[in-house]
């Protein structure tokens, strides 16, 4: 079982892990979810001609939902009916993210499909942003993300539908964003995105097995949808949510912006892509957005 799932308890971060890793706990914990999602990702790559874009996301969510309804088993009973809604409507944003992401990608190129959902979290740092500077980091990190999506190479030719699938991505992802830090206040531990994942579970088993049928029983599908659903799923939202604890929404919006440029470097570490010039721009663009976002948190944090 990961880890992560039993680093918190229902009061939030542990006093002596506070004091020890300060603001950079949050952080690592997710830019260590970023990276699972790209090794999640080159599986899924592999996986969808089996099953489809449908039938992946559905093996990813039903797995993971399995496998932590398992090592949560979250309490059903004493919780309220506002508690329920909050839980609902996250594992509502996080189907509808992967299902319309996963959709983008069949359409788009990988790289523009990630660069349109990433204007989402960038949206909700500006929004729920209170202070000026953020504004900068968001416009950095903005600039970053076009540039390593090809936007300097020009738009022309691309899917419409593709770029709204993409874009609709992600603005389910800036809710799941809200409701993953609402719903790791109101359940300890990673009780709530368990049974989060089980609703967004429930409601795409329908349209898996619509889509792929008996397909999605073949092992070897199995196996490699299991993997997708622990890099991609399972790891990196429960990474996620205890980093909400302790983090902004609109910091880890910021840091979100991270996820292309993680995934250009995995393109040249693990497939030999070479990166051009203005992808290298962006890769730094986007880092300095980044720790620029986290260092401003952290001197707000010294001076309370």
Request: hydrophobic residues 60%.
């Amino acid at each position: 079982m990961p880890e992560a799932v039993v680093l918190t308890g229902s009061g939030g971060a542990e006093p002596a892990a506070e004091a020890r890793g300060g603001s950079l706990g949050p952080v690592g914990l997710v830019l260590a979810g970023c990276v699972s999602v790209q090794f999640g990702g080159a599986l899924a790559v592999s996986l969808m001609p089996r099953v489809g874009a449908v039938g992946v996301v559905t093996l990813r969510l039903v797995v993971a939902a399995l496998v932590l309804m398992v090592v949560c088993r979250p309490r059903l009973r004493g919780h309220s009916r506002a508690d329920w809604g909050t839980v609902v409507a996250f594992g509502v944003a996080m189907g509808a993210m992967n299902m319309l992401f996963y959709q983008a990608a069949a359409r788009i190129p990988l790289g523009l499909a990630v660069t349109f959902e990433v204007l989402g979290p960038l949206a909700l740092s500006v929004v729920a942003s209170r202070r000026a500077v953020n504004f900068v980091w968001a416009g950095l990190a903005l600039c970053g993300v076009f540039l390593l999506g090809g936007a300097g190479d020009g738009l022309g030719g691309l899917d419409l539908v593709g770029v709204a699938f993409a874009v609709a991505a992600g603005a389910m992802w800036a809710t799941y964003i809200i409701f993953s830090a609402r719903t790791g206040r109101r359940f300890p531990q990673a009780d709530g995105l368990a049974l989060a994942m089980a609703v967004a579970a429930v409601l795409s088993l329908p349209l898996g097995i619509a889509a792929s049928g008996t397909r999605l029983l073949d092992p070897v599908t199995i196996g490699l949808g299991s993997a997708v659903a622990i890099l991609s799923s399972v790891l990196p939202y429960t990474l996620e949510l205890i980093a909400l604890r302790r983090l902004p929404a609109s910091t880890f919006a910021v840091m979100m912006s991270l996820e292309p440029a993680i995934a250009a470097l995995a393109g040249f570490l693990v497939l030999s892509q070479a990166l051009t010039l203005i992808q290298a721009l962006a890769i730094a663009l986007v880092i300095g957005a980044s720790m620029g976002a986290v260092r401003t948190q952290v001197g707000r944090k010294k001076k309370r």
